[in-house]
């Protein structure tokens, strides 16, 4: 049983870049929602998901897009990156959105932009 | 609006030693409280939460938390540290609002246990 899995683990890109974040879980979960954790700033919710098809903006959506176009699959994208956007990336899914529900987390991508 | 203050970016104990990670929150409704605990170079994982009934609350591990109302804390706590236990922990709280709701975290404590 997978949970939670996030590809790439690490990557470094060049400022301007693009470049695409996965993740996928196999929990059958409605909500999805993708976090950048930072020293010192705890984590932050950049976009989230509460079922396939659907996307809303967190606290820190400037400059990331989302889409989920497949219920297990929920896809970050940058599409001009910033050194600003160093940071590690964070998926995680819960079954439903009620406040009382834990969040599963993936182990994170490692972005760095140069 | 909810909120989540975690005192003490950085704990050290000794192995064996009592472990007490603090946590305050502000919320204007009920608050759903969590502790999770991320090792080096892995994602979160749920140590326990509280929702509803018995304050004192029983995690994996060994930890336990403490909802105390009065004080708007939820602390963490372990009676005898292991080496294990070093990682990076965070408490969060529910926020309510929007298409669902969600958790604001707060900016973690990493807990270092000397032998």
């Given at each position: 049983n997978a949970g939670v899995t996030q590809t790439p683990k690490f990557r470094v890109l060049k400022t301007g870049q693009s470049m695409t974040l996965l993740c996928a879980q196999d929990m059958n979960h409605e909500y999805m929602y993708w976090y950048r954790q930072d020293p010192g700033m705890g984590l932050r919710l950049i976009h989230y998901s509460v079922g396939e098809g659907t996307t809303a903006k967190g606290e820190v959506p400037d400059g990331y897009n989302v889409s989920r176009l497949k219920k297990q699959n929920f896809l970050l994208g940058l599409e001009s990156a910033a050194?600003?956007?160093?940071?590690?990336?964070?998926?995680?899914?819960?079954?439903?959105?009620?406040?009382?529900?834990?969040?599963?987390f993936g182990d994170g991508t490692r972005l760095s932009i140069l | 609006a909810q909120s989540v203050t975690q005192l003490g970016s950085h704990v050290s104990v000794s192995e064996g030693a009592l472990v007490l990670l603090r946590c305050n929150y502000s919320s204007s409704v009920p608050p759903y409280l969590f502790w999770y605990v991320q090792y080096p170079n892995q994602g979160l994982q749920l140590l326990l939460k509280y929702t509803t009934g018995a304050t004192l609350v029983k995690g994996i591990n060994g930890f336990e938390a403490e909802f105390k109302k009065s004080e708007t804390s939820f602390h963490l706590t372990k009676p005898s540290a292991h080496m294990s236990d070093a990682a990076e922990y965070f408490c969060a709280v529910t926020a309510?609002?929007?298409?669902?709701?969600?958790?604001?975290?707060g900016t973690g404590t990493l807990l270092a246990v000397q032998p």
């Open positions: 050194p600003s956007q160093t940071s590690v990336y964070f998926c995680a899914s819960s079954f439903t959105g009620l406040g009382n529900q834990p969040q599963h | 309510y609002g929007g298409a669902t709701n969600k958790l604001i975290f």
